[in-house]
């Protein structure tokens, strides 16, 4: 069984920083993506950016204001935003591909996490 587990999130004011972590969790072969995804009220569910061997990727609206990183050794994925808009509010949602089961079976299991609120004041 593997899980995402997501932290930080909250309210901050327009231009402000704020940093989310997603850490994944159990049996682990490999990572083949991460990514960040975020849904406002009344939309769709859509990618804010995404990482993995081939390189990292991001929405238009907020290239240049976010970054995303991994961190390998600790199977956690970061979303440093920066230079927020309250059109960032949404919840942010951790996605990946995972490589788990066992060393006889492996499979690919696409985890997500539970979300996590971010709230821009203007």
């Known amino acids: 069984q593997v899980q995402l587990v997501e932290s930080g999130g909250g309210l901050v004011q327009a231009g402000e920083s704020m940093r989310l972590s997603c850490a994944a969790s159990g049996t682990i072969f490999s990572i083949n993506f991460m990514g960040w995804y975020r849904q406002a009220p009344g939309k769709q569910r859509d990618l804010v950016a995404g990482?993995?061997?081939?390189?990292?990727r991001y929405a238009d609206s907020v290239k240049g204001r976010f970054t995303i990183s991994r961190d390998d050794a600790k199977n956690t994925v970061y979303l440093q935003m920066n230079n927020l808009k309250p059109e960032d509010t949404a919840v942010y949602y951790c996605?990946?591909?995972?490589?788990?089961?066992?060393?006889?079976?492996?499979?690919?299991?696409?985890?997500w996490g539970q979300g996590t609120q971010v709230t821009v004041s203007a």
């Open positions: 990482i993995n061997n081939g390189g990292h």
């Open positions: 996605h990946a591909l995972i490589l788990t089961g066992t060393d006889a079976l492996r499979t690919q299991k696409d985890c």
